[in-house]
T-cell receptor, first 113, second 115 residues
Framework: GDSVTQMEGPVTLSEEAFLTINCTYT??????LFWYVQYPGEGLQLLLK?????DKGSNKGFEATYRKETTSFHLEKGSVQVSDSAVYFC????????????FGKGTKLSVKP | DTGVSQNPRHKITKRGQNVTFRCDPI?????LYWYRQTLGQGPEFLTY????????KSRLLSDRFSAERPKGSFSTLEIQRTEQGDSAMYLC?????????????FGEGSWLTVV
């Protein structure tokens, strides 16, 4: 079945460091890909998305490119801030009658001043 | 702009009791989803509705769980005879249609603790 695999956390970085969180997927079709962020005590917020191969999603300095050849959707940010500390989830869905999201286990990011 | 609203936000109940959670989706969103999230894990899909029709249910949704969306607007998730393993955050989400890439918006979740 379809699945999403994320790098194990937690990830601890100093402020202004470069961030990469790896995400790979297994899919039988051509899904849309998403990154969601969850701040402590809150629900999930959509961070960015890409709907087809080679699309790049971006938001708040975060970027991820849909790579069909490597089945990956790695999240990157050039300079992290303390306020980026959260749990990041990679996810996929197909829409139609299969509109539900399939999530990875999440990667916790802690950014130190 | 009103997002997805869930209540109660926190519920502590004794094992064996019934609990009900309510979700009010973003207006005009015809799809509504329920997910469950345990500590250290990603959300897991439970069920979803298109308007008032429940179109899919996960195997995670045991007979003790029932979800309704009677008028195609708000939804309720009821857990009967709660067990300690039901302790989790229950997330509701909504979207406008189901085409791939339509954004699914989440509420802040309802925490359930079964003691």
């Amino acid at each position: 079945g379809d699945s999403v695999t994320q790098m194990e956390g937690p990830v601890t970085l100093s402020e202004e460091a470069f961030l990469t969180i790896n995400c790979t997927y297994t899919a039988t079709g051509y899904p849309s890909l998403f990154w969601y962020v969850q701040y402590p005590g809150e629900g999930l917020q959509l961070l960015l998305k890409a709907t087809k191969a080679d699309d790049k999603g971006s938001n708040k300095g975060f970027e991820a490119t849909y790579r069909k050849e490597t089945t990956s959707f790695h999240l990157e940010k050039g300079s992290v801030q303390v306020s980026d500390s959260a749990v990041y989830f990679c996810a996929l869905n197909y829409g139609g009658s299969q509109g539900n999201l399939i999530f990875g286990k999440g990667t916790k990011l802690s950014v130190k001043p | 702009d009103t997002g997805v609203s869930q209540n109660p936000r926190h519920k502590i109940t004794k094992r064996g009791q019934n609990v009900t959670f309510r979700c009010d989706p973003i207006s005009e969103h015809n799809r509504l989803y329920w997910y469950r999230q345990t500590l250290g894990q990603g959300p897991e899909f439970l069920t979803y509705f298109q308007n008032e029709a429940q179109l899919e249910k996960s195997r995670l949704l045991s007979d003790r769980f029932s979800a309704e969306r009677p008028k195609g607007s708000f939804s309720t998730l009821e857990i009967q005879r709660t067990e300690q393993g039901d302790s989790a955050m229950y997330l509701c989400a909504s979207s406008a249609g189901g085409a791939g890439g339509n954004t699914i918006y989440f509420g802040e979740g309802s925490w359930l603790t079964v003691v």
